[in-house]
């Protein structure tokens, strides 16, 4: 593991100790049927895919694509699908807090409208 990476774990896991401190052990349904989506998963998985396509990808295209790919396998029920899709979204925060540290300047940021 990087150097870069372990720093990323120990800040996420300083987090997680700090989250802890605040709230006490947390648990919460995985899933609440009324909960207004901002994306569903298909729509999320085919604007990542038309950016992407177009040159205008990005990390936030990424990121909730992932988070939307959860919150479906949330919504299914399957555990174990969503833990792996959990997994995948920490994976990409991980991958974009690493892209983040190692700029030697700030991303151009283009407003689309």
Do not use: C
């Not at 479906?72 to 899709?85: I, S």
């Not at 807090?97 to 409208?113: A, G, K, N, W, Y």
Request: cysteine-free; glycine content about 2%.
């Amino acid at each position: 593991m990087s150097s870069l990476r372990e720093k990323i774990i120990a800040d996420i896991d300083e987090e997680r100790d700090s989250q802890d401190r605040k709230w006490g052990p947390q648990r919460h349904p995985d899933f609440e049927p009324d909960y207004p989506l901002v994306l569903e998963r298909e729509a999320s998985i085919k604007l990542t895919n038309y950016a992407f396509q177009n040159d205008k990808g990005s990390w936030s295209h990424i990121f909730v694509e992932e988070v939307s790919e959860a919150i479906e396998e949330a919504r299914l029920g399957d555990v174990e699908k969503l833990r792996n899709e959990l997994i995948q979204v920490a994976a990409v925060a991980v991958a974009w807090i690493e892209d983040l540290d190692s700029r030697q300047e700030p991303m151009p940021t283009e407003v689309p409208f």
